[in-house]
């Protein structure tokens, strides 16, 4: 499961707890796109605590970030 917590404009905070399906990085990198938008740079905060990823949410994951190596200036933190 992912949840997606309240924060700063700024800062897209999430709990990652138990398996991760493809439903929850959808819901993940909405709220990344989102505050992309509305800033320039942004800050990722996780509190991780996760069993496995299912083969779909793995792909998404993976593509997703891949797209976005040319943008990691965007990010300017991340904690996990």
Do not use: N, W
Not at 32 to 37: D, G, I, R, S, T
Request: one cysteine or more; aromatic letters at 4%.
């Amino acid at each position: 499961m992912l949840e997606v917590l309240p924060g700063a404009e700024h800062v897209v905070s999430m709990r990652v707890s138990g398996r991760i399906e493809k439903e929850d990085v959808e819901r993940c990198i909405a709220a990344v796109e989102e505050a992309l938008a509305r800033q320039d740079r942004i800050a990722l905060y996780a509190e991780v605590a996760m069993s496995g990823m299912t083969p779909g949410a793995f792909a998404r994951d993976l593509g997703y970030g891949l797209r976005h190596l040319s943008e990691l200036r965007r990010f300017a933190r991340m904690a996990v």
